[in-house]
């Protein structure tokens, strides 16, 4: 165990130390200052097993000791709809712990802590305070922690493991394989269908470019019309566009998501007189779970462990004291 570490883990076990675990705003920020020396090893050797703490690197004051359901908590606040049927938001609450576990059993996202609170690059958080700021009420805050509290402790596996639990908002009807995103074969990412979505924001989205701009976003000229330039696609699993040729040059999906600032890969693209129309399905990576699938699922009458199931195939629910 780190030596810079060590004494901090040992403090907050013994209820020594107690640090901030609440995050807040820049004008909020605490006035203790950052643990930001603390290296994550092998937690639970130290600490009870009653109670798991993690460190948590937020954006305003640097590396937190922060109690693991407390986090689970500000997690499921910050990236579901409190409107969310409560087993879709269980749903959310074991996907969230699972993904920070597996982070910090792993160390493989940054050097002195397990998880950031960036939706970019980790998971969202907020605190209750915000939440409840942004308009939210004391009943909906409730709701959550009690799918938070009904779900203590449970995580997914897979042989053993902690599973690679990625989500996204909307599939757009199908979700994607994690071979087509980041082209590595996951037994338990693979494509399924994900009905019921047309309700969420980005369902559906079309954008128009005009022959100059769409020219300007792949950074090249073209010849002839816009009807001339499209040309042979290839599809994913997950009804993505895996490839597609646009004035003879073959392009990713992913490639073209991003040069056109698409919400995701399911898109189709049609050649108007004088540019191009561009439809999309779904928005995120698409790979793991739909949010918004799981609450369709959950208005459906299916319970949190039969939405984990749909979207994670061949995984189980455990305990985390059974994880080696």
Same mark, same amino acid.
């Given at each position: ?7 901090? *883990? ?84 074991? *996907?969230?712990?699972?993904? *920070? ?143 597609? *040729? ?79």
């Amino acid at each position: 165990m780190d030596r810079k570490w060590k004494p901090v *883990v040992l403090a907050v076990a013994l209820g020594i130390v107690l640090p901030r675990v609440l995050l807040s705003t820049a004008k909020q920020a605490p006035k203790e200052e950052p643990l930001t020396t603390v290296q994550p090893t092998q937690l639970h050797d130290a600490l009870s097993e009653q109670t798991t703490y993690l460190p948590v690197l937020t954006q305003e004051n640097g590396v937190y000791v922060m109690e693991l359901e407390q986090y689970v908590l500000g997690v499921v606040m910050a990236e579901m709809p409190a409107e969310f049927e409560i087993e879709a938001l269980k749903a959310q609450a074991v *996907v969230a712990r699972t993904y *920070v576990m597996r982070r910090m059993a792993r160390q493989d996202r940054h050097d002195n802590a397990a998880v950031c609170t960036s939706h970019s690059c980790c998971q969202a958080y907020t605190t209750k305070e915000s939440f409840l700021e942004s308009g939210e009420s004391v009943a909906a805050l409730e709701k959550i922690a009690r799918a938070v509290e009904e779900t203590r402790g449970q995580v997914l596996t897979y042989e053993g493991e902690y599973i690679e639990a990625t989500y996204f908002s909307c599939s757009g009807g199908r979700t994607e394989e994690a071979l087509a995103v980041w082209g590595e074969v996951i037994p338990y990412l693979q494509a399924v269908d994900s009905p019921g979505e047309e309700n969420a924001d980005k369902y559906w989205e079309e954008k128009y470019f005009t022959a100059e701009e769409f020219q300007a976003a792949l950074g090249r000229r073209l010849s002839g019309t816009p009807k001339s330039w499209l040309g042979k696609r290839t599809f994913t699993a997950g009804d993505g566009v895996q490839t597609m *040729v646009i004035g003879g040059i073959t392009y990713t999906g992913i490639h073209l998501r991003e040069l056109l600032g698409l919400n995701s890969t399911a898109f189709t693209m049609t050649a108007q007189a004088d540019g191009i129309t561009v439809e999309t399905l779904g928005k995120g990576h698409r790979v793991g779970m739909s949010q918004y699938g799981a609450d369709a699922m959950a208005r459906n009458g299916s319970t949190y462990e039969e939405i984990l199931m749909h979207y994670y195939r061949g995984t189980r629910i455990d305990k985390m004291e059974n994880i080696g």
